[in-house]
């Protein structure tokens, strides 16, 4: 069998933290989830994203720090129109996430931005814009 890629792990410093962040981007955790020390959402295409906390990953691995600098992770949200990116962004900014780029018209066609989720991980928004024909 050759391995499939099914998860995307993310160590939470602060999970009620990072669960409130990615609800804000629309996905779906169970209730009462701010407690537990791995949590996990499906996502589009049958892949799952999964947070756990610090002391979970050194319950198994002691030596573990957090990384140190920036972060080596993206995580990208498409949304419906640009206008949903600056919405989107807005929202985010408005809750006290640090807006990391702004949204702008990137070269490549798309309304693009990018904002942090608690533990400093770049998320990005974008949507296509609109053809100028």
Not at 69 to 87: K, M, Y
Request: glycine letters at 12%.
């Amino acid at each position: 069998m050759t391995p499939q890629f099914a998860v995307i792990g993310l160590v939470a410093s602060d999970m009620a933290a990072s669960l409130a962040f990615y609800r804000r981007l629309g996905l779906v955790f169970p209730e009462g989830s701010e407690d537990q020390p791995h949590v996990t959402a499906e996502l589009p295409g049958g892949l799952t994203l999964a947070l756990d906390t610090e002391a979970t990953i050194r319950s198994f691995h002691s030596a573990w720090q957090p990384p140190a600098g920036g972060g080596r992770i993206g995580l990208a949200f498409q949304c419906a129109s640009p206008a949903e990116v600056d919405s989107a962004y807005e929202d985010l900014v408005g809750a006290g996430y640090h807006g990391e780029l702004k949204p702008w018209d990137a070269f490549w066609g798309q309304r693009y931005a990018t904002v942090h989720d608690p533990d400093g991980n770049g998320v990005d928004l974008f949507a296509p814009l609109p053809s100028a024909e």
